[in-house]
């Protein structure tokens, strides 16, 4: 069974930081690219930062020098820690996973950037 379950969400002043948590069930973890996306209100979700099961990173331009994408397989969790946080990045973040083809969600942590 494949279970991802965010953390770390909340209310947090433009400038301000907040380091998010997917723990994923360990059969999946391993070897795998993890994730994270983002949806506003009234948008699509969109890909935020990757990292493949070997540790190599991407990022979306609009968080590039803002965000870190990391992993540590030991405790089958990927981070995003997320620096110089804008009014824009305000949205629902989620955990993704590929599984022979199929991708996993986990719930959703709300991110709130405002004064």
């Known amino acids: 069974q494949v279970q991802l379950v965010e953390s770390g969400g909340g209310v947090v002043q433009p400038g301000g930081s907040l380091r998010l948590s997917c723990a994923a069930s360990?059969?999946?973890?391993?070897?795998?690219?993890m994730g994270w996306y983002r949806q506003a209100p009234g948008k699509q979700r969109e890909l935020v930062a990757q990292?493949?099961?070997?540790?190599?990173?991407l990022y979306a331009d609009f968080v590039k020098g803002r965000f870190t994408i990391s992993r540590d397989n030991a405790r089958n969790t990927v981070y995003l820690q997320m620096n110089s946080l804008k009014p824009e990045d305000t949205a629902v973040y989620f955990c993704?996973?590929?599984?022979?083809?199929?991708?996993?969600w986990g719930q959703g942590t709300q991110v709130t950037v405002s004064s």
């Open positions: 993704n996973v590929v599984v022979t083809g199929t991708h996993y």
């Open positions: 360990g059969s999946i973890f391993s070897g795998r690219a």
């Open positions: 990292v493949s099961g070997i540790g190599i990173t």
